[in-house]
């Protein structure tokens, strides 16, 4: 049967119309629904602090290693903080001769390796732990000693936390460079090398902080 040529328009018309309103609400329930990346969990951020470290890392000879921790009258019953640590040689070192218990800061990720490494070679990972931050943010308030090999002036940056965050009587030891005006209790000589001593006071001089 023909039809008039005004239903056949008509039908026509209702078809692409229905074609049309399908396909753009298909568009949008596709760009409304969540990918597969939106709906995954983030995973954790294992990765240091998105800065490059403070200083180029140098190694502290095994002598003064020892000669630090001498003057720092390492024990067993100390709680060592090497803030840069490197590859962990003195936390390493205060644990093997003296059963310390340490812990390294260091914001380098292949330093945070080799220290690990070490520590499982020297038989200490009981003793030892090397953890990857800033070590201006990190908490070191437990600390009994506190070991240093960085810049002079990073050692002034930090003098306020030590000051106020550590207790009274820690000893704080410093590789080759000194604390500004904070003025050192001893000073020794290893090797053509200078280390420091200090001990945190009961009441820090305003100045210093």
Known sequence: ???????????????????????????????????????????PDTQAPGREPDVVYVPTPPEVVEGMLEL???????????????????PIAAAQKYGTRGIGIDINPQRIQEANENAKEAGVTDKVQFRQQDLFQADFSEATIVTLYLLPELNVKLRPRLLQELKPGTRIVSHAFDMGEWKPERTEQIGGRTIYLWVVPENPPANLL
């Open 1 to 43: 049967m023909q039809l008039p040529r005004s239903i056949k328009l008509l039908l026509i018309g209702a078809s692409l119309g229905s074609f049309f309103f399908v396909g753009c609400t298909q568009q949008r329930e596709f760009a409304e629904a969540p990918s597969n990346a939106q709906t995954q969990p983030a995973a």
């Open 72 to 90: 720092a009258n390492v024990t067993g019953d100390d709680v060592l903080y090497d803030l840069g640590s490197g590859d962990g040689r003195i």
